[in-house]
């Protein structure tokens, strides 16, 4: 087993392990950080009336998706964790649901007019960054629009207490590798952990155009 197998299957066994917890404990998230709900609305304000997004890493409680949707898009969600998957069909409906991996997308080239991405990226090795974004690029149409959470920081690694891959970005990393593969960055914001169920870390958040 290589090492990307490795780092993918804790990812994969974490989500189908916490999944139930997940939907118990975020399905409400949005509505309880008004930082990130705000975020949304820019990002959903950026998008034509009913323009259709893909959520990457929806999980099971699929909470981004779900207010996405409220606010009159065609949504589907993408998860690596087939039992995240299973539980969010049971559970929610209006989302197309996928058990996917985000760097192996299936989706025709130019199907979504935004792509939103929280804290999912985080999953996916430095190595495999340029890949991740030249891939989201390919499904988003020209002028899509973008949004990443992530984590701020240098850790890449299995993150101890919860036996899953992990990495964190370092400050100006998503502006180059988004240069890189063709976006254009609208919007750059940083936050402390506002909230008490947060994990300890400065986050950083990004709106970004599809160029050509």
């Not at 998008?47 to 981004?64: E, H, K, M, T, W």
Request: negative net charge; hydrophobic residues 35%; proline residues 4%.
């Amino acid at each position: 087993m290589t090492t990307a197998d490795t780092d993918l299957k804790t990812v994969i066994e974490y989500y189908n392990r916490e999944a139930s917890g997940y939907l118990a404990k975020f399905q409400d998230e949005v509505y309880q950080k008004p930082y990130d709900k705000a975020f949304l609305d820019l990002f959903s304000s950026q998008l034509p009336p009913g323009g259709v997004v893909l959520d990457i890493g929806c999980s099971s409680a699929c909470q981004q998706a779900r207010y996405l949707a409220s606010l009159g898009h065609g949504v589907a969600g993408i998860d690596l964790s087939e039992e995240s998957i299973r539980l969010a069909r049971g559970q929610w409906t209006g989302i197309e649901l996928f058990s996917m991996n985000m760097l192996e997308m299936t989706f025709p080239n130019d199907s979504f007019d935004g792509v939103s991405a929280f804290y999912s990226f985080i999953h996916i090795p430095r190595r495999d960054s340029e890949r991740l974004l030249q891939g989201v690029r390919r499904v988003l149409r020209p002028g899509g629009r973008l949004a990443i959470a992530v984590h701020k920081g240098e850790f890449e690694g299995v993150l101890e207490g919860y036996s899953v891959f992990f990495r964190s970005f370092r400050n100006g990393e998503l502006d180059e590798l988004l240069t890189e593969t063709g976006f254009e960055v609208l919007h750059r914001a940083e936050r402390k952990p506002l909230y008490e169920s947060e994990y300890p870390s400065d986050r950083l958040y990004y709106l970004a155009r599809k160029l050509g």
